[in-house]
């Protein structure tokens, strides 16, 4: 059956310190990726999203992902955390319809 | 401003009495989808739409209904509410139903059901 992981539950990181996010993803094909945030009693944002072409994707507010087919992961990573990441993330895969991973919390120390 | 509101943001009711939670978008988008989150499961779809008059069911319709009479309003009904239908519940709607098109989120309906 298709599924997206999120090993991490939650997570807390020290301000400044570097951030990765966990995804693994079971499909028969690769699927469409992307990460999406949800700030508290937010909606939920966009942050990246991968088709194809270079494994390494930009997206908004300095994040990154790594796509690697050999590990089926998508990985989300940021260099230096800010306390405005603290919120919940959520890894998405799919083709016409998406499955989401169950989320990871993100806390910051200051 | 390009959005997608839902009403009510918050919503407590008893078992059985019928509610409607309603959506709207204003990007011209020709799919919709609803959404509830739950603790350690993520999103789940409820009911999506290609477009007006269109819908179809997705993972966890049980329970719900939808319309899709006008393009930019996607109500979800629940005619007799259950307390296992307490949850956090998101609107999206994106331009197609392709996946490079981005869905856009509404802020979310907190239902309590007792």
């Known amino acids: 059956a298709q599924s997206v992981t999120q090993p991490d539950i939650h997570i807390t990181v020290s301000e400044g310190a570097s951030l990765e996010l966990r995804c693994n993803y079971s499909y028969g094909a690769t699927p469409y990726l992307f990460w999406y945030v949800q700030s508290p009693g937010q909606g939920l944002q966009l942050l990246l999203k991968y088709f194809s072409g270079d494994t390494l994707v930009q997206g908004i507010k300095g994040f990154e992902a790594e796509f690697k087919r050999s590990q089926s992961s998508f990985n989300l990573r940021k260099p230096s955390v800010h306390w405005s990441d603290a919120a919940e993330y959520f890894c998405a895969a799919g083709y016409n319809k998406l499955i989401f991973g169950a989320g990871t919390r993100l806390a910051v120390h200051p | 401003e390009a959005q997608v509101t839902q009403n009510p943001r918050y919503l407590i009711t008893v078992t059985g009495k019928k509610l409607t939670v309603t959506c709207s978008q204003n990007m011209n988008h020709e799919y919709m989808s609803w959404y509830r989150q739950d603790p350690g499961l993520g999103l789940r779809q409820i009911y999506y739409s290609m477009n007006v008059e269109v819908t179809d069911k997705g993972d966890v319709p049980e329970g719900y209904k939808v319309s899709r009479k006008e393009k930019r309003n996607f109500p979800l009904i629940l005619e007799s509410p259950s307390p296992n239908q307490t949850s956090l519940y998101f609107c999206?709607?994106?331009?197609?139903?392709?996946?490079?098109?981005?869905?856009?989120f509404g802020p979310g309906t907190r239902l309590t059901v007792l």
């Open positions: 999206a709607s994106s331009l197609t139903s392709l996946p490079y098109n981005e869905q856009f």
